[in-house]
């Protein structure tokens, strides 16, 4: 039975850190491309951020480009979600997600399997 869990979340200020985390089980984790995806109250839920699993090639919504950092640890299965310079149109709950795919993920479709999420709040 595959997992996703993620943690870290939390509300912080305009301009703080965050560090999520999402530990994955019962797959093999380096096999798997993983994304982060976010989503607010009304709106559907978007690509973040996404590492491939073969040359962890990285790829960025322009939202969050130079402000976030997607990175892996196969040894933990575990990939995190540095988030710098957090602003109030951060405000999301934000999942893991796991693919069966080379490339960075580009969008929900391309995910198997998905964590139950953690919510992230911004005030300014």
């Known amino acids: 039975q595959v997992q996703l869990t993620e943690s870290g979340g939390g509300s912080v200020q305009a301009g703080d850190s965050l560090r999520l985390a999402c530990a994955a089980s019962?797959?093999?984790?380096?096999?798997?491309?993983m994304g982060w995806f976010r989503q607010a109250p009304g709106k559907e839920r978007a690509i973040v951020t996404g590492?491939?699993?073969?040359?962890?090639?990285?790829s960025y919504s322009n939202s969050v480009k130079g402000r976030f950092t997607i990175s892996r640890d196969n040894a933990k299965s575990t990939v995190y979600l540095q988030m710098n310079s957090l602003k109030p149109e951060d405000t999301a709950a934000y999942y893991c997600a796991a693919g069966l795919l080379e490339r960075p993920p580009a969008g929900p479709n391309d995910m198997l399997y998905w964590g139950q999420g953690t919510q992230v709040t911004v005030s300014s």
């Open positions: 590492i491939s699993w073969h040359n962890d090639e990285t």
């Open positions: 019962g797959l093999t984790f380096n096999r798997y491309s």
